[in-house]
C-alpha cells in the first residue's frame, strides 16, 4: 500500500512561489508515475503535471506550462511541485497521486494512490 502525504501549501501574494511536497511511504517514488492535480471550490478535479516512473517524460497542462515544475528526490521518496509566478486562480487544493503503469495519463480515475491534499491561496 503506498501513502502520500502532500505539504507545503499556504497563502501567497501573485506573482509568487511556493513549493509542495508529496512524501510517499510504502513504494519508492521511483517506481510510480506520479502526478498533481487541483481542484477549486465548486470546480471540477483539474490535472496539474505528472512524471513517468521512468523519468523520460513529464507532462503538464497548458494552464501551469512554464510556471510550473515537477521533480523527485528519489533519496528522500519524495516528488515536489515548483510553483513559480503564481496567480489568483492557482488557488486549490492541491493533491499528489501516483500510478502503477509508465503511461502519463491527465485522469485521475488512472491514479491509484492519492493524499490529502494541500490548500493553496494566492491573494491577488
Known amino acids: 500500500q503506498v501513502q502520500l502525504v502532500e505539504s507545503g501549501g499556504g497563502l501567497v501574494q501573485a506573482g509568487g512561489s511556493l513549493r509542495l511536497s508529496c512524501a510517499a511511504s510504502g513504494r519508492t517514488v521511483s517506481s510510480l508515475t506520479m502526478g498533481w492535480f487541483r481542484q477549486a471550490p465548486g470546480k471540477e478535479r483539474e490535472f496539474v503535471g505528472a512524471?513517468?516512473?521512468?523519468?523520460?517524460?513529464?507532462v503538464y497542462a497548458d494552464s501551469v506550462k512554464g510556471r510550473f515544475t515537477i521533480s523527485r528526490d528519489n533519496a528522500k521518496n519524495t516528488v515536489y511541485l515548483q510553483m513559480n509566478s503564481l496567480k489568483p486562480e492557482d488557488t486549490a487544493v492541491y493533491y499528489c497521486?501516483?500510478?502503477?503503469?509508465?503511461?502519463?495519463?491527465?485522469?485521475?480515475?488512472?491514479?491509484?494512490?492519492w493524499g490529502q491534499g494541500t490548500q493553496v491561496t494566492v491573494s491577488s
Open positions: 512524471t513517468s516512473w521512468s523519468g523520460g517524460s513529464t
Open positions: 497521486a501516483a500510478q502503477n503503469g509508465n503511461i502519463i495519463f491527465r485522469t485521475g480515475k488512472y491514479y491509484n494512490y
